[in-house]
Each structure stands twice: as structure tokens, then as C-alpha cells.
Nanobody
């Protein structure tokens, strides 16, 4: 079983930067492919970014590439999402999710992720 806890969401202004954190806990020594998704009111949950187990490979949604940077520190079991130049369109609940421990591929489909956090709200005012 894997537990994920997001933090860092808050109200910011357009143009600001913000870093979200996702604390990952579970079986000692295991790592997982992790992704960030977001969901705005009335919209589908969408892929934001993903990172490989060792942190060497990342993937981003085309609309966020260049503004968002995902990273991880396996020594403290935490994954990060730095978001720059935020706009009102980035307002959403942000979720981190993990794939099963044996899987090494970053997926963009939310159905590929077995474990989810409770989400953290990011609100960007214009």
C-alpha cells in the first residue's frame, strides 16, 4: 500500500510561482512512478506531469511544459511540482498519484495510477 499526501496549495496572484510537495510513504525501499494531475471545477482530471522512479525522466502536458518543473528526492520520499508564471487557468485541485511498484513507465492516463493523494487546492487570482 502506498500513501501520498500533497501540500503547498494556496491562493496566489497571476504571475506568481508556487511549489507543491507530495510525500510518499509505503513499503520501505520501494519507489514508484509518480504523476501530478489537476482537476478544475466541472472539468475532467488532467495529466500535468510525471516522473520516473529515479527522477531522470519527466513528462509534461504540452500546455504546461516550460512553466512547470517536476522533481523528486527519494532520500526524503518527496516529489515536487514547481509552477511558474501561474495564471487563473491553473486554478484547480492538484493531485499526486503513484503507479504500482513494478511499473517503470510514466503514463498520462489517470486510470494507470493505483494510488492517489487527497489533493491540494491552488487558486490563482487575476
Amino acid at each position: 500500500q502506498v500513501q501520498l499526501v500533497e501540500s503547498g496549495g494556496k491562493l496566489v496572484r497571476a504571475g506568481d510561482s508556487l511549489t507543491l510537495s507530495c510525500a510518499v510513504s509505503g513499503r520501505s525501499g520501494s519507489t514508484h512512478v509518480i504523476a501530478w494531475f489537476r482537476q478544475a471545477p466541472g472539468k475532467e482530471r488532467e495529466f500535468v506531469s510525471g516522473i520516473s522512479k529515479d527522477g531522470h525522466n519527466t513528462a509534461y502536458s504540452s500546455s504546461m511544459k516550460g512553466r512547470f518543473t517536476m522533481s523528486r528526492d527519494n532520500a526524503v520520499n518527496t516529489v515536487y511540482l514547481r509552477m511558474d508564471n501561474l495564471g487563473p487557468e491553473d486554478t484547480a485541485a492538484y493531485y499526486c498519484a503513484a503507479r504500482g511498484g513494478a511499473i517503470t513507465v510514466i503514463a498520462r492516463d489517470r486510470r494507470a495510477y493505483n494510488y492517489w493523494g487527497q489533493g491540494t487546492q491552488v487558486t490563482v487570482s487575476s
